[in-house]
């Protein structure tokens, strides 16, 4: 595999280090090699990263060090040593995640949780400042310039949604009555899309083309989301609260069950040809569709009938939520993975879900 020396070889070659390590390799730094081109005045190397199904034997490392003087190359690493003392080190750690935990940019192996390859700069390096400069190409500036976009979301948020209510002369309703449902549509606006985004990342992998998943995901989401929220049409007037009180278990059990079990099924059908696996991806996503169409407008509902003055702003908290999440989803994903962002999607829907119980404004009237 041809890619740029020193840093994307070297995530290479932890990459092959972990994935022969999953099969159950026990030396996997004696199955790879590394050559490159980084000879003045080549300003810009490539490295050549070879990885073997059996170990290297010493007739296959000098035959690799003939070619590679014949052609120019060095020598990065080999199973009996190389030229780079990084490269080195990171084949033979016994821990390789640990070893780019302490490496001066992020050269951790990208997985299908964390698929950000291209990626080299921590957010906490951004954040608390990093004194390597080894950031090669405009990719290298893409976390900070997404860093900067959820921070201007966040300042846009805050001023056309949170700002006008200090311009008032009087609130809607009282702040006891208003903060929590404020506060519930918030989370089902970060909840909804926290979910969203990372279900299309997940699905793109099986279905094995961006394309398929967005359409394919997105249709399955939407159409069974507006048909659950046509369904609540079916809740008797002020029986929203109990309605609320069924939904939401099962949307947590089946949101978990999907964060644990997906993993697998996709397994077992990967192989399978792709209008079976778009078949299979809708069945496996309408029930949360479903569910997830429901909290939206049964709490509107109950807002209704409680303060209706707060109407709009359910609606303008809500919008403004899911602007921030789409951003935030991937800051999560780059940071901590796919699993940790649907994971947080998660949380506010629990949180959604605890600010209806313990909040005397969602209690029905016959209650």
Same mark, same amino acid.
């Given at each position: 595999i041809t890619r740029a020396y020193p840093n994307e070889a070297l995530r290479l070659l932890g990459i092959a280090k972990v994935a022969w390590s999953k099969v159950g390799v026990e030396h996997p730094e004696e199955h790879i090699a590394v050559l490159h081109s980084w000879v003045p005045p080549n300003l810009y190397p490539l490295a050549n990263v070879i990885v073997k199904r059996s170990a290297f034997t010493a007739q296959d490392i000098a035959r690799l060090n003939r070619i590679a003087a014949d052609i120019g190359f060095g020598v990065a690493y080999e199973p009996a040593g190389g030229e780079n003392e990084e490269f080195k080190a990171f084949a033979s750690a016994a821990d390789p995640y640990e070893y780019a935990r302490n490496y001066p940019i992020d050269i951790s192996p990208t997985t299908d949780d964390s698929p950000f390859f291209f990626n080299r700069v921590r957010i906490r390096d951004i954040l608390f400042g990093n004194p390597d400069k080894r950031f090669?190409? &405009? +990719?290298?500036?893409?976390?900070?310039? @997404? @860093? $900067?976009?959820?921070?201007?979301?966040? *300042? @846009? +948020?805050?001023? !056309?949604? &949170?700002?006008?209510? !200090? !311009?008032?002369?009087?609130?809607? *309703?009282?702040? $006891?009555?208003g903060a929590p449902f404020l506060f519930y549509f918030s989370c089902l606006g970060l909840a909804f899309i926290l979910v969203e985004l990372p279900m299309i990342q997940r699905f793109m992998l099986f279905l094995g083309h961006p394309l398929y998943a967005l359409s394919v995901i997105l249709f399955t989401i939407l159409i069974f989301s507006g048909l659950g929220s046509l369904s609540t049409q079916r809740v008797p007037a002020g029986r929203e609260g109990q309605a609320l009180r069924r939904t939401f278990p099962l949307l947590v059990v089946v949101l978990l069950a999907s964060i644990v079990f997906l993993p697998p099924l996709f397994r077992t059908f990967v192989g399978e040809p792709t209008p079976i696996k778009v078949v299979a991806s809708m069945i496996l996503l309408a029930p949360l569709g479903f569910l997830m169409g429901q909290p939206f407008p049964l709490g509107l509902r109950i807002l209704h009938r409680r303060a209706t003055e707060l109407t709009p702003w359910a609606w303008g908290v809500n919008g403004a939520a899911s602007v921030l999440a789409s951003v935030g989803s991937i800051v999560l994903a780059i940071g901590f993975g796919y699993s940790i962002a649907l994971a947080t999607g998660l949380a506010f829907y629990a949180l959604a879900w605890t600010t209806s119980i313990v909040s005397g404004n969602f209690v029905d009237s016959a209650e």
């Open positions: 090669e190409s &405009i +990719a290298d500036k893409a976390t900070s310039a @997404l @860093l $900067r976009l959820l921070a201007l979301v966040t *300042v @846009l +948020a805050a001023t !056309f949604v &949170i700002g006008p209510l !200090f !311009f008032r002369r009087r609130l809607p *309703v009282s702040a $006891r009555r």
